[in-house]
């Protein structure tokens, strides 16, 4: 038998093999099967590293040497070698079952692996997507029988995108120095089709326009320079748009259909959209004295859902009646109304909901009996119905009130009381009120016996490890009997034992009562199974990053006890690596109850190198070029080397730095950088020139809060950018200085999203402390807290608010700090209708910038759709303890409209703010053009 596949002909391999054994079994059925001499095992096709292939093999295998051969050893042994899909062949020549002991030899052919997947032609579709349709990736086993698939695949994408006949290529190419592939995909995409028209037809209540503007597919059509593609996704976008357009405004019924004509000789298609409008709904609610009309609105489904069959109506009816009964209305009554009639040429659905409210049902009085163990008030806290009070109006609802005899019961069996019966009757009589009915509830509760816990046993351990497991139970010696606590636990007592090398352990659980039920005795009894050991751990697809950089996260080394949590735990921190792009794993003998499980990891790595080029306008850096080249993966040691450089109006920095994500093996992130830059910012009279090093230490504290500890050494340069003397209580700040700054900080965070944030908080809270070298005008403490808080009520507003403060406490006896480390506000990023740090100004109308600083904001958000954002603003600031008296350190305000488009990579805006205090000489507002949020 020569290069079996492993899918296919394994198995036939397998019933040879053992029906060789079998029939030299039963030559002689006393006969105990031969004992395996020596098991061979030969890495062919010229593997390089046959040493590493053979390891893997060998712990994949679990037949053993000296040992027995046993035909469901070999199953599982060959059933381990296709699983783990390492080997593209895989063969057991013939052994003589005839002698003693014998040799047992598998010959196997390891896949060639995937280096890199090089993508050309894709564009416009990012490389991302086209990799997503692709059934292998980089790391992954070469199997030459699986390209031609992905040549469909990708076809299939490019003309859900729009293409007529794309063309698409797929070759592997062979490394020779490892004898790896590299898969090279060529993407023709050719032509598309393009929207030449969009119409609409059967709309009577709008007109086309007004449809038109909410459609992706007539926007694409409208594009500069010819039609843009048809995709059929976009299409089915627009006409679930549309319908929802039509249900909102009161055309409930209304359905809509497309018709694509496509004209590949042309590269073209004509879209018909075809509106069914159905009747327009009227709807009119009476007898609601409780509820306002608005409310009750809400209720009313078939605005959002349609009115399919009714099914809309229905389901608003079952709405409303639930919001009653919810506020104790229990003889609510809905009936509805449904008259057609025609106005104008157009159908009108009259719908009117009569509502009888009924008495209002109130609780009077809750009045409890039975409760010897318990006070009344224990047990009402245990009770959603009350009468009324700060939290609650009182409403009767008994579906709520069976509800409290449940918890009721809960609590008394956590309690020890192990069959508690409570019932309840209610008392009705009329209220004061004409509209109200008083209800009394009378609880009554049968206790029965209490039983408590007189001893915990714990068999099958050791008495230390008994010991030690019962003394962390959530139960003790005179607890009360709770038999969920009881078999919580057991489980607790199979997780102790497992973590010790016992994966396979089982706890059964007796219970033994004395006969008046007061007294428990619980006994575990513990079958810890087989001790099993951490084998070894393999990767395969790592072409760069190193062995080690595993190791560091794998919470088991071999011949450890086997820990299923600390695997677990081993394997999310090894997909954490910022190097990989994902990875799979497989354990082998934990199944198969093996002294020893192993466990085998494919990954993908991430492209190492990356290359970012972006130039842009805004108004606090006018026009600016930003580029930055890097390695996520230097050296294979999964830490970052960056170089970045921006060129400005106001200036330039350029940053060399090196970011290790697990520094000496913890889950903190160390950053170091070397920096230089010169800037000028807006109005000021005063630049600033700055070379240094900065370190940062990172660590995340709990799921939301970050701690963060910063230094940095800086040689600053302030420079005059005008020809106006210095002043002499001034020159100091001019001459160069070097200062030291250790910077501690904590952050908040909760929000939904870094690029565009609609609901959470983000707080940060920091103090700089800052030692000037052979200087004291840099000795100062500096105190800032930033906090943001955003909500979206209904989805098409979000409401963002910004507190922010500043502090910067002097304590080297020099009250004066220098100019370029006060704090200024006004423009962009701030205050609005201001220019840029204008916020407070001397007579010559100079910046002043002060050592506190103080600022707020309001903003609303609102979703215009197409990707385009309108924002109304309003800012207020003061800057205030100046170096030298100029300027008003009141509070200036500032608020405006704006609009954003949101790209993937955050919004571009165009704001202006106005002034709402403006001075005299001073201009009315400012425009302010932004990419991305200013909070």
Not at 134 to 161: R, V
Not at 312 to 323: D, E, I, T, V, Y
Not at 479 to 492: A, C, K, L, M, T
Request: glycine content about 8%; some cysteine; overall charge negative.
């Amino acid at each position: 038998m020569r290069h079996i596949d492993p899918i296919i002909k394994t198995g036939a391999a397998v019933l040879l093999f053992v029906c060789l054994a079998a029939a030299a079994g039963a030559q002689s059925p006393s006969k105990p099967s031969p004992i395996i001499d020596k098991i061979r095992i030969d890495i062919e096709d010229g593997v390089k590293d046959t040493a590493r292939w053979e390891n893997i093999a060998r712990h994949l295998i679990f037949l053993k040497e000296g040992e027995r051969f046993s035909e469901k050893g070999l199953f599982q042994s060959i059933e381990a070698l296709k699983q783990s899909n390492l080997f593209k062949a895989i063969d057991i020549p013939d052994p003589d079952f005839s002698a003693r002991d014998f040799t047992l030899v598998f010959r196997l052919t390891p896949y060639p692996r995937i280096k890199n997947i090089v993508i050309d032609g894709g564009f416009p579709l990012l490389e991302k997507e086209i990799k997503n349709v692709m059934t292998f990736a980089a790391g992954d086993a070469y199997k030459p029988e699986t390209l031609d698939k992905q040549t469909g695949y990708i076809k299939e994408l490019f003309k859900k995108e729009g293409y007529i006949d794309p063309e698409v290529e797929i070759a592997g190419k062979k490394d020779p120095a490892d004898g790896n592939y590299v898969v090279d995909v060529t993407i023709e995409p050719g032509d598309f089709y393009g929207i030449r028209t969009v119409d609409i037809h059967g709309n009577q209540a709008f007109s086309d326009s007004r449809l038109k503007i909410r459609l992706a597919t007539w926007q694409a059509s409208l594009l500069l320079g010819g039609p843009s593609r048809f995709v059929a996704s976009d299409l089915k976008a627009d006409v679930k748009t549309l319908q929802k357009f039509y249900w909102e405004k009161g055309y409930c019924e209304a359905e809509v259909e497309s018709n694509v004509e496509k004209k590949p000789e042309k590269a073209d298609v004509d879209i018909d959209l075809i509106v069914e409008e159905g009747p327009y709904y009227e709807v009119d609610i009476r007898g609601n004295d409780f509820y306002w009309d608005f409310t009750l609105h809400n209720d009313l489904a078939f605005y959002e859902d349609g009115n399919a069959n009714d099914f809309g109506l229905k389901k608003s009816r079952r709405a409303m009646r639930q919001r009653y009964k919810n506020a104790g209305f229990l003889d609510a009554d809905i009936d509805t109304e449904d008259e057609n009639t025609r106005q104008n040429g157009e159908t009108i659905r009259k719908l009117r909901f009569n509502i009888t409210e009924g008495p209002r049902y109130l609780v009077r009085a809750v009045n409890i009996s039975g409760n010897r163990s318990f006070t009344d008030k224990r047990i009402k806290n245990q009770m959603l119905t009350g009468p009324p009070g700060w939290l609650a109006d009182g409403q009767y609802d008994p579906q709520v009130l069976a509800e409290d005899r449940g918890a009721i019961r809960s609590f008394y069996r956590q309690n020890g009381f192990m069959s508690p019966k409570v019932d309840s009757k209610i008392r009705r009589q009329k209220a004061p009120e004409d509209d109200m009915i008083s209800v009394d509830i009378d609880v009554k509760i049968q206790e029965g016996p209490r039983t408590r816990i007189s001893a915990i046993g714990i068999k099958g351990l050791s008495k230390t490890l008994a010991e030690k497991i019962r003394s962390n139970l959530p139960m003790a010696k005179g607890d009360p009997f709770w038999r969920q606590q009881v078999e919580n636990s057991g489980d607790i007592i199979a997780a102790r034992v497992s973590e010790r090398g016992f994966p396979h352990v089982k706890v059964d659980t007796e219970v033994a009562f004395t006969a008046d039920k007061t007294d428990a005795r619980i006994y575990y009894t513990v079958d810890k199974g087989p001790y099993v050991k951490m084998g070894e751990t393999f990767f395969t697809g790592n072409f760069k990053t190193r062995r080690k950089i595993f190791d560091r996260e794998m919470d088991m080394a071999a011949g450890d006890a086997f820990s299923l949590s600390e695997m677990l735990s081993s394997q999310r921190d090894i997909r954490d690596i910022s190097a990989l792009e994902s990875a799979r794993f497989q354990t082998i003998g934990l199944e198969e109850k093996q002294k020893r499980v192993d466990m085998l990891a494919e990954v993908n790595e991430r492209p190492p190198y990356f290359f970012q080029f972006a130039a842009g306008y805004d108004t606090r850096r006018l026009f600016y070029l930003n580029t930055g080249i890097g390695d996520n993966n230097l050296l294979g040691l999964n830490k970052q080397l960056r170089a970045n450089l921006e060129l400005s109006q106001i200036g330039y920095a350029a940053e060399v730095g090196l970011t290790e994500p697990r520094l000496f093996g913890t889950k903190i992130v160390a950053d170091a950088s070397i920096y230089t830059e010169e800037i000028e910012e807006l109005n000021k009279d005063f630049g600033v020139r700055n070379v240094g090093a900065a370190l940062n230490f990172t660590r995340p504290l709990t799921r939301h809060v970050d701690g963060r500890l910063g230094f940095s050494y800086d040689f600053r340069d302030q420079y005059r950018t005008d020809d106006t003397p210095i002043p002499p209580d001034e020159a100091e700040q001019y001459e160069p200085r070097a200062v030291f700054v250790t910077a501690p900080s904590l952050i908040y965070n909760t929000t939904d999203s870094f690029i565009r944030p609609t609901r959470g908080t983000n707080t940060r809270v920091s103090v700089d402390v800052s030692k000037g070298i052979e200087n004291t005008l840099d000795d100062f403490v500096k105190y800032r807290v930033n906090a943001r808080y955003y909500y979206t009520p209904i989805e098409w507003l979000t409401v963002a608010l910004r507190g922010r403060a500043g502090y910067i406490d002097p304590y080297g006896g020099d009250d004066l700090v220098p100019d370029d480390q006060l704090f200024f506000l006004g423009g962009t990023s701030d205050v609005r209708g201001f220019d840029e740090n204008s916020l407070r100004v001397d007579a010559e109308n100079d910046p002043v910038g002060g050592r506190t600083s103080l600022m707020g904001t309001v903003e609303l958000r609102f979703d215009l759709g197409w990707n385009f954002e309108f924002v109304s603003f309003y800012d207020t600031g003061t800057i205030r303890d100046p170096n030298r008296d100029a300027g008003a350190g009141d509070w200036r305000a500032g608020a405006g409209i704006g609009l954003r488009y949101i790209t993937a990579i955050g919004p571009i805006g165009l704001l202006h703010g106005w002034k709402l205090d403006r001075k005299p000489d001073e201009s009315p507002g400012a425009f302010h053009f932004t990419i991305g949020y200013s909070f």
